[in-house]
């Protein structure tokens, strides 16, 4: 959905994926990616645990206070450090400030649901199943402005650079589907696009969602 501003529903969820430097953050509900809301936090200039724990509790405050989500999904690292687990302890406080749910995910829950004949797409991959199959909108996010399609043709080019900076973000788009597939499954079938490629394994979640 490309309108400025959009209110809040009961399946507006905000996900998160965990990075000391680049914090992937979307927010999305049955309607798509809110506006603005696909973006990464850079932490590189914050130095110390300290410095990064405030940081990104100031921000999740600063978008729990604009997008107004009924929930926080983060997903994990395998394997966090100090700085992460200092970051999750301030990710909680935050939420739990203002009355927010959040709950843990392994990051890797995400792109697993998008699955097709057992590999589970990574980086450009990644983007482009998201892109193809449920978010139209974040387009731009991956091709030059001129190329206004992303049809049968579509395929992956320089652009995909920005996939670098972009990766956790991608990984939280990815991780937001799953939860509103578990969640609210219609809202999430809603977002699948006539020419998405094959996901079997996220029809599968579907089909399991709404029959709980």
């Known amino acids: 959905m490309s309108a400025k501003h959009r209110d809040p529903t009961p399946a507006t969820i905000l996900a998160l994926v965990e990075n000391t430097r680049y914090m992937g953050h979307v927010v999305?509900?049955?309607?798509?990616?809110?506006?603005?809301?696909?973006r990464t936090w850079n932490l590189r200039r914050f130095k110390t645990t300290a410095e990064?724990?405030?940081?990104?509790?100031?921000?999740?405050?600063?978008s729990i206070?604009?997008?107004?989500?009924k929930l926080i999904v983060l997903g994990t690292a395998e394997k966090p450090d100090l700085t992460l687990r200092a970051m999750r302890v301030a990710l909680h406080g935050g939420s739990s400030r203002v009355g927010v749910q959040i709950v843990e995910r392994p990051a890797?829950?995400?792109?697993?649901?998008?699955?097709?004949?057992?590999?589970v797409p990574q980086r450009h991959a990644l983007a482009r199943?998201?892109?193809?199959?449920?978010?139209?909108?974040?387009?731009?996010?991956?091709?030059?402005?001129?190329?206004?399609?992303?049809?049968?043709?579509?395929?992956?080019?320089?652009?995909?650079?920005?996939?670098?900076?972009?990766?956790?973000?991608?990984?939280?788009?990815a991780l937001g589907l799953r939860e509103l597939a578990e969640r609210h499954p219609f809202a999430a079938a809603a977002l699948l696009q006539a020419e998405a490629p094959p996901v079997p394994a996220f029809h599968a979640l579907i089909r399991r969602a709404s029959s709980a």
């Open 28 to 38: 999305l509900d049955g309607f798509g990616t809110a506006p603005k809301s696909f």
């Open 52 to 62: 990064k724990a405030c940081a990104v509790e100031r921000l999740l405050t600063a």
């Open 65 to 69: 206070r604009r997008y107004q989500p």
């Open 108 to 119: 890797a829950d995400g792109p697993a649901i998008l699955a097709a004949d057992g590999i």
């Open 129 to 173: 199943v998201l892109v193809q199959g449920f978010f139209r909108e974040l387009r731009s996010r991956l091709l030059p402005r001129h190329v206004r399609d992303t049809g049968p043709a579509f395929q992956p080019c320089e652009a995909f650079d920005r996939i670098r900076y972009y990766r956790p973000t991608w990984q939280a788009v």
